[in-house]
C-alpha cells in the first residue's frame, strides 16, 4: 500500500514548455486534489476530483488543467508553463466528501526558468 | 468565502514545555471540520488532528490537543511536552463539508523547539 504517489519529485522547466505530473493513489478514494505551495504560504487549491471522470476549479486553476479518466490517477497539466508556476505541488486524495483527513503525497517541485 | 487565519508566523518553545499555535476561521457553512497538519523540512504534509464542527469534547491525539471554541471560530492547536522534533511548519485547516471536500490553509506558523 504505498498511499498517494507524485510523479515526478522533480522538474526544471523553460517558460513555454509543457508538462504533467501524476499523482496515483491506491486506497479508492473518490476524492482527489491537486494543491500548489509558494513559500511561505499555506497550500491553495488548483483542481480537484469528486470521482472518476469529474473535475472542478479551485483557488487558483488558472494556467491549469486536469483530467480524471481513471479513478485512481489524478493527472494536472501546464500547457505553456510560466516563472509564476514554480512552486512546489501537492496532490491529495480522501475517501469521502466529509472527511477526517486528506492523504497527501510527497509533492513536486517544479521551477520554471 | 471561507478563511483560515494564523497570527504567528513564528514561535518559539523550550523542550519539554507546552506551546499554543493560534488559528482562528471564518466561514458562513454549519457543517465543517478543521485540521491542522505538519510540515517538517523535509516538505511532507502529515496529519495531525481533527475537528469536526458537531464534536462537543476538544480532539486530542497524543501530546496534541485541539482547544475548539466555535462560538468565537477559534481551534488552537496545543502541543505538550514540546520536543526538538516538533520543529516544523504547522499549518491550520479548514473544510467545508459542503464544498468537495477541499480544504483551505491558513499561512502557517513556524515553531522552533529550543533544547
Known amino acids: 500500500n504505498a498511499g498517494v504517489t507524485q510523479t515526478p519529485k522533480f522538474r526544471v522547466l523553460k517558460t513555454g514548455q509543457s508538462m504533467t505530473l501524476l499523482c496515483a493513489q491506491d486506497m479508492n478514494h473518490e476524492y482527489m486534489y491537486w494543491y500548489r505551495q509558494d513559500p511561505g504560504m499555506g497550500l491553495r487549491l488548483i483542481h480537484y476530483s469528486v470521482g472518476e471522470g469529474t473535475t472542478a476549479k479551485g483557488e487558483v486553476p488558472d494556467g491549469y488543467n486536469v483530467s480524471r479518466l481513471k479513478k485512481q490517477n489524478f493527472l494536472l497539466g501546464l500547457e505553456s508553463a510560466a516563472p509564476s508556476q514554480t512552486s512546489v505541488y501537492f496532490c491529495a486524495s480522501s475517501p469521502s466528501r466529509t472527511l477526517e483527513t486528506q492523504y497527501f503525497g510527497p509533492g513536486t517541485r517544479l521551477l520554471v526558468l | 468565502a471561507q478563511k483560515i487565519t494564523q497570527t504567528q508566523p513564528g514561535m518559539f518553545v523550550q523542550e519539554k514545555e507546552a506551546v499554543t499555535l493560534d488559528c482562528t476561521y471564518d466561514?458562513?457553512?454549519?457543517?465543517?471540520?478543521l485540521f491542522w497538519y505538519k510540515q517538517p523540512s523535509s516538505g511532507e504534509m502529515i496529519f495531525l488532528i481533527y475537528q469536526g464542527s458537531y464534536d462537543e469534547q476538544n480532539a486530542t491525539e497524543g501530546r496534541y490537543s485541539l482547544n475548539f471554541q466555535k462560538a468565537r471560530k477559534s481551534a488552537n492547536l496545543v502541543i505538550s511536552a514540546s520536543q526538538l522534533g516538533d520543529s516544523a511548519m504547522y499549518f491550520c485547516?479548514?473544510?467545508?463539508?459542503?464544498?468537495?471536500?477541499?480544504?483551505?490553509f491558513g499561512q502557517g506558523t513556524e515553531l522552533s523547539v529550543k533544547p
Open positions: 485547516a479548514i473544510h467545508p463539508y459542503n464544498q468537495g471536500g477541499k480544504l483551505i
Open positions: 466561514t458562513s457553512d454549519q457543517s465543517y471540520g
